[in-house]
């Protein structure tokens, strides 16, 4: 690709060179406020929680009848779930649960 007639074009018309100029740095900076982000993510993935990740398990739970004393039927749900062969413990939590996918948490 002959390089001379692009050159001399653009030492001519100085403002379109700058403009051309301008318009490659914005994108260059743009380029990389993205690669920071997602360097920023995929960092964040890579932080250990302290957690047995492989052991965890959610049960998302509703009530479908109307109950009297809700603690005690919490208190019978997780002694079921406490019952089960190979659960080493069962808590019940609100929203505030780690690895939920929640930026918040």
Do not use: F
Not at 28 to 50: F, K, Q, W
């Amino acid at each position: 690709m002959p390089w001379q007639p692009i050159l001399a074009s653009l030492r001519h018309h100085k403002l379109t060179a700058a403009l051309l100029t301008l318009q490659v740095a914005i994108t260059l900076a743009i380029v990389c406020n993205v690669v920071y982000m997602i360097a920023g993510r995929v960092e964040r993935i890579g932080v250990s929680t302290g957690l047995a990740e492989d052991e965890l398990s959610a049960v998302p739970s509703r009530n479908i009848d109307k109950v009297t004393n809700p603690a005690a039927q919490l208190a019978v749900d997780l002694a079921a779930l406490r019952a089960i062969p190979g659960v080493r413990a069962a808590v019940a939590v609100s929203y505030s649960m780690p690895l939920n996918r929640n930026e918040s948490s």
